[in-house]
DNA sequence: ACATTTCTCTGACTATAGTCAGAGAAATGG
DNA sequence: CCATTTCTCTGACTATAGTCAGAGAAATGT
């Protein structure tokens, strides 16, 4: 398996990357190439510039200069903010700009063009799925507290869902309570999943001695589906679970969220009667982990 | 689809990109760390480094003399000409290698270690997938003379490949001639596939004026089989008969060739009764070539 | 209102990658 | 055997990418 990635690695940097390269780079060098085509066609504050293509702020101040004097871009303040620059580009950066869209378009022509028309679906599916599967692994889970802006942003968005999706709408104060202290450790925890710095999933567990723990605040960004992250946020929950001693996991949850329940159906979890007076609650689950041997090489996941 | 392949370029060489040469140059630029895992356990002739990571001599030269002041490499003179030289790895430099060799290996676990064991699997595969199209993708099919050491090398392997694989072996001065000349245009055509510079396969033509054109020749390498060479070779062909004003080609083949045999069968041609009497032949095959509108933006393959 | 922080810019560096011309030694063709 | 070619090396360059410290202007917290 990890043969097969290392030949991918190689033969992808080869083809792709050298062709890529060797097409946006005609005439100009690579870095203002890119900062030219992440300006876009609306313009850019620098600082966002700055963040997304991880330049120091020195050098791109100097590739923005010489943008700046062959006349492809024009930097100015922004009106909100007056530390705050922004970058557009000029009729002339659009043209440039343009050009470097059409010799993308030629690379990827170039790729598909020696194929049959079966190899040219097979390749494009194949591509698609390999992307997927490349930004599900990007996807980072990491223990965060319930006050980080990430934690704070998860809430926010799955109570704004919940209210969408439940007949009769979504009160936090009316379901039984998730508080910051409770998610935080030693009384509870939380995990946020972020994707290019941006969250993109949460979920909670509320520790209860040697009683059954609860999962909480399971959600995954609208954007982030079909990664196979709510799964994964439920397998890191579990084995947090299993390393703090929990034997039984419990939850609750709406019938509006058929995703969610065939999730936890799936991963093993059994319906059970109500165990607490969760006023949104249809279904309640249960699942008794296995105590499970400890980490290896690759960490085994079902 | 184009927009698929350039999502997928993108997506790939940050990911894929960015993470191998940050692994791979810990401490050492990457020129360098290439050129040390291109020398290999076994040493290996510096012409030949400059061909495979097409460098300038003097920065070869230059990069060699920084790895030899590290104590990783040792050059010497080659026994065989005196002028080429040997590079070699010290033990230094072997364990060095072993480093960027287990760093390759991080690599490929940091992608596939936050996936499921399905997720693993699936990329793994639609990975072999890519890879197998991309390389598809790179032969190269060009018209070659008949003389050029890379049609002679076709020629020598078709030939010793089809005595191993005939009954009663094989000898090409008993078959009907397919000589250079017949080959060279106007008389005839030779297409050579090439891959990495190194050929790949072949197919070649023979005119007859208004009468049906013979194919000869047609022959994929053995590195290169399962790419959909021999349909490329033989699509190609048609078009070159098509653009000459073909509207019948011919061909005979031997009874051991299966693959060669289904290829035809596949593409449209149809048994006929023998037109010739070729001694190797056990099947006769013929296909009216449907004139064709002519080039459009990505060619139509079949 | 004042200290602190944020944002951008300039100056002064360094490292890596790469090019080009030419020299010297060895091999090769006729 | 002599001219030519092949192979490698050195010296002298250039370009790109990037780092770091600090300065000045604007916003923000208290």
Same mark, same amino acid.
């Given at each position: 398996m990890?043969?097969?990635?290392r030949?991918?690695?190689?033969?992808v940097?080869?083809?792709?990357?050298?062709l890529n390269d060797a097409? %946006?780079?005609?005439?100009?060098?690579?870095?203002?190439?890119?900062l030219?085509?992440?300006?876009g066609p609306?313009?850019?504050?620098?600082?966002?510039?700055?963040s997304?293509?991880d330049?120091?702020?020195?050098?791109?101040?100097r590739?923005l200069r010489?943008l700046?004097n062959?006349?492809?871009?024009?930097?100015?303040?922004?009106?909100?903010?007056?530390r705050v620059?922004?970058?557009?580009l000029?009729?002339?950066?659009r043209?440039?700009?343009?050009?470097l869209?059409?010799r993308s378009?030629e690379?990827?022509?170039?790729? %598909?063009?020696?194929?049959?028309a079966?190899?040219?679906t097979?390749?494009?599916?194949?591509?698609?799925?390999?992307e997927r599967?490349?930004?599900?692994s990007t996807?980072q889970v990491?223990?965060?507290d319930?006050?980080?802006?990430h934690?704070?942003?998860?809430?926010?968005?799955?109570?704004?869902?919940?209210?969408?999706?439940?007949?009769?709408?979504?009160?936090?104060?009316?379901?039984?309570?998730a508080g910051?202290?409770e998610l935080?450790?030693p009384a509870? %925890?939380?995990?946020?999943?972020?994707l290019?710095?941006?969250?993109?999933?949460?979920?909670? %567990?509320?520790?209860?001695?040697d009683?059954?723990?609860?999962?909480k605040?399971m959600?995954?960004?609208?954007a982030?589906?079909?990664?196979?992250?709510?799964?994964?946020?439920l397998?890191?929950?579990e084995?947090q679970a299993?390393a703090?001693?929990?034997?039984?996991l419990?939850?609750?949850?709406?019938?509006a969220?058929?995703?969610?329940?065939g999730?936890?159906?799936a991963?093993?979890?059994?319906?059970v009667?109500?165990?607490?007076?969760e006023?949104?609650a249809?279904?309640w689950?249960?699942?008794?982990?296995d105590?499970?041997?400890?980490?290896?090489?690759l960490?085994?996941?079902?």
């Amino acid at each position: 398996m990890i043969g097969q990635v290392r030949s991918f690695n190689r033969a992808v940097t080869q083809r792709v990357g050298a062709l890529n390269d060797a097409f %946006l780079s005609r005439g100009r060098p690579l870095g203002q190439a890119r900062l030219l085509w992440e300006i876009g066609p609306a313009g850019r504050d620098v600082r966002l510039l700055r963040s997304r293509l991880d330049l120091d702020s020195g050098y791109l101040s100097r590739l923005l200069r010489s943008l700046e004097n062959d006349g492809l871009v024009a930097v100015e303040q922004s009106q909100a903010d007056g530390r705050v620059r922004t970058a557009r580009l000029t009729a002339r950066g659009r043209a440039e700009r343009a050009e470097l869209d059409r010799r993308s378009d030629e690379v990827a022509t170039s790729i %598909l063009e020696p194929l049959s028309a079966r190899q040219r679906t097979r390749l494009v599916a194949a591509m698609a799925e390999v992307e997927r599967l490349l930004v599900a692994s990007t996807v980072q889970v990491t223990a965060c507290d319930p006050q980080h802006p990430h934690a704070r942003a998860c809430f926010q968005a799955y109570f704004s869902e919940l209210s969408h999706r439940f007949d009769a709408g979504f009160d936090p104060a009316r379901s039984i309570s998730a508080g910051d202290g409770e998610l935080t450790p030693p009384a509870g %925890l939380l995990l946020v999943a972020t994707l290019h710095g941006e969250p993109a999933g949460c979920g909670a %567990l509320k520790f209860h001695g040697d009683a059954p723990a609860e999962i909480k605040r399971m959600w995954v960004a609208p954007a982030a589906r079909g990664l196979g992250l709510g799964r994964r946020l439920l397998t890191d929950l579990e084995a947090q679970a299993v390393a703090r001693g929990v034997s039984i996991l419990r939850l609750e949850t709406n019938r509006a969220l058929g995703e969610a329940i065939g999730l936890y159906r799936a991963a093993g979890y059994r319906e059970v009667a109500a165990f607490n007076d969760e006023p949104y609650a249809h279904h309640w689950f249960e699942k008794t982990l296995d105590p499970g041997p400890g980490p290896a090489g690759l960490p085994a996941r079902p």
